[in-house]
């Protein structure tokens, strides 16, 4: 990469800016430091606007569970090949019992190669009938009844879990299924989504939601700058989450990125987290010189005013003796 000097300005938040020199040379200290990995980061000059590029680490910062998607966008399931449904799952009774499976005389068998003449209509046990239908006719969009349907029967195999599951991301390990659909992720553990400097908080939010498919709204959440020393930064609306990494150095055993509630999480100030490490006796030690300092200045203060008011009513005394002059 190519890390001349430059002069430009790059904007990192609302009216802040950093120059496009010093950007680089944080840069180049990120992609050092990731050198030989994929979260190493790229620029680019698009319409005389400089944009960094690449993957972001977020950790999972959640108190409250999250909820997945029943159904993804546009997807589909083809129903398995059964010997005794048209459908898997239709043919289940309430106990999980196989009920007498219907005839469909003549269903779309026409627009498909007709069988010899002679042969009969496959049955009901007989699959081979069935193959060229399948895979002719329009795929059954997953709908919330035929969920109930399926759950009800636990007739899905696993390799039908799998074709499932195939294009959706998983949270560490976690995929949606009925049992589990409403969850929290383990706290500290980490995702990642691909962004580029010029998207905004809410923008990442939005994505890194859709990414696993979540049903909460990205109003509730929020990225907190998390500090090892206990200091919290909420990253505003308009800051540039990949902007504020880069300056906050690539070291995640400094800093982390974390998705939180925003009603859940209060930001830390750096004066404040001084003294989240340290334990109960040492805070009262503290406390306790603090309070002797206070009774000091307080001391000196009645001390001050105590001599102005000596003063005062000495010299209204010299007025009040004093005769009058005509």
Not at 287 to 315: A, S
Request: aromatic letters at 8%.
């Amino acid at each position: 990469m190519d890390y001349s000097h430059q002069t430009s300005l790059v904007p990192c938040g609302q009216d802040k800016y950093i120059s496009k020199n010093e950007l680089l040379l944080h840069l180049k200290t990120y992609n050092l430091y990731y050198e030989g990995q994929n979260l190493q980061l790229r620029h680019r000059e698009e319409e005389d606007e400089f944009i960094v590029e690449g993957l972001l680490n977020i950790s999972w910062g959640l108190r409250r569970p999250i909820r997945l998607q029943m159904q993804d966008d546009n997807e589909r399931i083809r129903p398995p090949p059964s010997s005794s449904s048209w459908h898997s799952g239709c043919n289940l009774g309430a106990q999980g019992t196989t009920l007498k499976p219907l005839t469909v005389p003549n269903v779309q068998i026409s627009e498909v190669d007709a069988p010899p003449e002679g042969d009969q209509m496959p049955g009901p046990t007989d699959t081979r009938g069935l193959k060229p239908l399948q895979e002719d006719t329009p795929q059954l969009m997953r709908t919330r009844s035929d969920v109930g349907v399926r759950r009800r029967g636990n007739v899905r195999t696993p390799s039908d879990q799998r074709r499932i599951r195939r294009h959706r991301f998983s949270i560490n390990g976690h995929f949606y299924n009925h049992k589990t659909s409403v969850f929290t992720p383990a706290y500290g553990s980490v995702t990642n989504v691909r962004i580029n400097s010029t998207m905004t908080t809410p923008q990442v939010l939005k994505l890194l939601l859709n990414k696993f498919k979540i049903e909460n709204s990205a109003e509730e959440f929020a990225l907190y700058v998390v500090h090892t020393s206990g200091e919290k930064q909420k990253l505003k609306a308009t800051d540039y989450p990949l902007i504020a990494r880069i300056l906050q150095g690539p070291c995640e055993q400094v800093s982390k990125v974390f998705l939180m509630e925003k009603d859940q999480v209060e930001e830390v100030t750096y004066d404040v987290a001084q003294y989240i490490k340290f334990e109960m006796p040492v805070l009262k030690s503290f406390i306790q010189k603090l309070q002797e300092e206070e009774d000091r200045e307080v001391k000196k203060l009645m001390r001050k005013y105590t001599v102005l008011r000596l003063m005062i009513r000495q010299r209204l005394e010299e007025i009040a003796e004093t005769p009058a002059t005509i």
